[in-house]
């Protein structure tokens, strides 16, 4: 009987101390996760404008119309939890930055490229997973993703 007593509430003790990593672990399987889905976002969705880039149509090349459709593939399905604004032409504080190359319409088998780069913050603790990555703790992490396709 003494011996039960001398080790009554000691679950209690290690409960409290391992609950603390086992929350950083859950939070860091959210954000890694949180991370590749928003770089397979932009990935394709700098394939899907690129695709629109280089297939023939009636409608005159625009490199505007290109990179709205890499916005719209983007706004509606990437994960946020970035501050600032965000707008329906990606120009907002919040949104993917998108770039297409060239700038004017090209001639058959030329290439068209369309980059998408997009900062990412921590979903539940901030910017923690910047540590090992020679980012500093609290700024974000760049996601960038380009697709380079010939004009048909």
Known sequence: MIERRRH???????????LPFFVLILYAVLDFGMLVY???????ASREAARAGVILTAATWS????????????QATLITVNA??????????????ISVNPSSAPSFNTP???SISYEVRGFS???????G?????????????????NHE
């Open 84 to 97: 600032g604004t965000r707008t329906a032409t990606c120009s907002g504080s919040a949104d993917p930055v």
């Open 8 to 18: 009554k509430g000691s679950q209690t003790v290690e409960f409290a101390l391992a």
């Open 125 to 131: 603790l901030g910017s923690w997973w910047g540590l």
């Open 63 to 74: 490199p505007s119309a290109i990179a709205q459709v890499a916005c719209n593939y983007a």
């Open 38 to 44: 928003n770089k397979a976002i932009i990935t394709n």
């Open 112 to 114: 068209v490229s369309v």
């Open 133 to 149: 990555t020679g980012t500093s703790i609290g700024s974000p992490i760049t996601l960038t993703a380009t697709t380079q396709m």
